[in-house]
């Protein structure tokens, strides 16, 4: 059992960073997959970033060149960096991890992107 607690968010002005961190109870290293989701207010969760037990990335397109995902697995965390914030990055952001057929949810943070 994983259980995952997201933090890091909070206001930020358009083209500001935040780095996003999310901390496993267990060991993320048994998790194969780590993933970043975002969800809007009223609209479907979609998927940011996403790394590997080995380390590989994949990210949509929306955020490639400015979000970067990463895993340190001696601490147990997961973190994305978002660089360039735009308005459309706003949202409620999770993290979930895959072990097989089992999957992990944190609780979430919110990003708000404003001037």
């Known amino acids: 059992q994983v259980q995952l607690v997201e933090s890091g968010g909070g206001l930020v002005q358009p083209g500001g960073s935040l780095r996003l961190s999310c901390a496993a109870s267990?060991?993320?290293?048994?998790?194969?997959?780590v993933t970043w989701y975002r969800q809007a207010l009223g609209k479907q969760r979609v998927l940011v970033a996403v790394?590997?037990?080995?380390?590989?990335?994949n990210y949509a397109d929306s955020v490639k060149g400015r979000f970067t995902i990463s895993r340190d697995n001696a601490k147990n965390m997961v973190y994305l960096e978002m660089n360039s914030l735009k308005f459309e990055d706003m949202g409620m952001y999770y993290c979930?991890?895959?072990?097989?057929?089992?999957?992990?949810w944190g609780q979430g943070t919110q990003v708000t992107v404003s001037s």
């Open positions: 790394i590997t037990s080995s380390g590989g990335t």
């Open positions: 979930c991890g895959r072990q097989g057929v089992r999957e992990y």
């Open positions: 267990g060991s993320i290293s048994s998790l194969y997959t």
